[in-house]
């Protein structure tokens, strides 16, 4: 059984709560895997960052992102359309597939993420 002590430190921390505003996007290498986080008006969301598509990813340069003026996420690379607070691929090659889900960890006001969930 893992203690909490052996919990926290084993957690990688990303960014403040604050830092990513609604429509904003950061993206982050976690030994070795690809996350991002999504700024949305209901707080912030992380995913894999890789498009369901292909697999590719959904920056277009080092954290930078592409959002529609809806709002929506969008793959630079073949227009997959994504809601941001779901992960869930409005349009596009993907439709109605979505993004995998990861789960952050909030300590106190910073969002933190367990490697081993990664896995």
Do not use: W
Request: with cysteine; proline share 6%; net charge negative.
């Amino acid at each position: 059984m893992t203690t909490s002590a052996e919990t926290k430190a084993a957690l990688v921390r990303l960014c403040s709560m604050d830092e990513l505003a609604p429509g904003e996007g950061r993206e982050f290498n976690v030994q070795g895997h690809h996350v991002m986080l999504l700024g949305t008006d209901e707080g912030v969301r992380a995913y894999r960052n890789s498009c369901p598509h292909q697999g590719r990813s959904l920056t277009f340069a080092p954290n930078e992102f592409l959002f529609s003026s809806k709002g929506l996420l969008v793959c630079p690379h073949h227009g997959a359309s994504f809601e941001p607070g779901t992960g869930l691929c409005t349009d596009g090659p993907c439709k109605g597939g979505s993004l995998q889900v990861l789960e952050l960890v909030a300590q106190g006001d910073e969002l933190c993420i367990d490697p081993a969930s990664l896995r």
